[in-house]
């Protein structure tokens, strides 16, 4: 079977290749967040889950964890890091080092 992604994936591919140069944070919902941005912010985590599922994005939490960490702490909330791969990169042609990843 092959896989298939979302408008809001490919979307979400896309900004990581141009707008947000290769990597972007996320953060998990926390009680007392508005319903519909929580049900977003969950929705978009599972779409970030299945990209990393399929090898287009990866975690770099643990590879930035004081920096997290720290973030953390500033605002309150549970951050997440994560990358475009080699592969993602190749799929929508993004230009620059793959050297990072």
């Known amino acids: ?59 770099i939490t643990e590879e930035n964890k004081e920096q997290i960490e720290a973030h953390n702490k500033k605002t309150g909330r549970v951050w997440q890091g994560y990358s475009i791969t080699p592969l993602g990169r190749a799929m929508f042609q993004v230009q620059g080092s793959t050297a990072t990843n």
Do not use: H, W
């Open 1 to 59: 079977m092959i896989p298939e992604i979302t408008k809001d994936q490919l979307d979400l591919l896309n900004d990581t290749c141009g707008r947000y140069e290769g990597v972007f944070s996320q953060c998990a919902p926390i009680p007392g967040d508005f319903p519909p941005a929580a049900a977003e912010a969950l929705e978009g985590q599972k779409d970030v889950d299945y990209l990393v599922e399929l090898g287009l994005l990866k975690s």
